[in-house]
């Protein structure tokens, strides 16, 4: 199955890097838009949300929008095999961390354990390579988000949504038992509310 999944993998992330430029900046719009959208109907008062980085679907816009509208933003900090969420009040005070990807300062007063009440409704943002409409989502091969969804979703209401270009959008992905499913997915043509 790893050799599988590793497969899957490397294909899945070429076609997005190969995704035409403006048909990518079509799509970061429109999915931004669809953001909007969702957490109009939401009102999460607290997300966790990656940073992009390469050719991840843009999250950045979404982030400023969020922190204009008083609702708290928190973004991941990896320390090896661990993953940290940080609250950030703009994106000029990130630095570059784990393999160049921007990150938070480790603060442990800005921590989101520290800052967040247990059972409180958080939604999380998370990157991808691959995804299915059963709420399957293939990761990067580090388990950093699984790792920490299985140590807090207990604590907490973590709605999980993953971002996703239309060409990463598939059928039927290869997973685990082990793989943390999301709860929906936000792409160009809205919100997929998957059937776990």
């Known amino acids: 199955m790893m050799d599988k999944k ?25 999915i931004f ?3 909007k959208t969702f957490q109009e109907r939401n009102h999460f008062q607290h997300y966790l949300c990656y940073i992009n980085y390469k050719s991840e679907v843009d999250t ?9 509208a008083s609702v708290s933003v928190y973004a991941p900090k990896v320390t090896g095999d661990e993953m940290d969420f940080y609250k950030i009040t703009c994106l000029d005070e990130l630095e570059k961390g784990y ?35 059963s709420g399957n989502r293939m990761g990067y091969g580090g388990g950093y988000y699984d790792r920490y969804l299985s140590k807090w979703s207990k604590t907490y209401s973590i709605h999980k949504t993953a971002v996703a270009y239309e060409l990463q959008m598939m059928n039927r992905i290869p997973h685990e038992p082990y793989d943390q ?12 509310t998957c059937s776990i």
Not at 10 to 28: P, T, V, Y
Not at 103 to 128: D, T, W, Y
């Open 60 to 68: 950045k816009r979404f982030i400023t929008w969020l922190q204009k």
């Open 33 to 35: 838009e669809q953001l």
């Open 6 to 30: 590793k497969e899957f993998r490397k294909e899945s992330l070429k076609k997005r890097n190969e995704m035409d430029a403006l048909l990518r900046d079509e799509e970061d719009l429109a």
């Open 99 to 133: 393999q160049g990807i921007l990150e938070p300062k480790q603060s442990e007063n800005m921590l989101f354990q520290k800052l967040v009440a247990e059972k409180e409704r958080v939604c999380m943002i998370l990157p991808g390579c691959a995804f299915d409409y």
């Open 181 to 192: 499913k999301v709860d929906c997915i936000i792409s160009k043509k809205g919100c997929i």
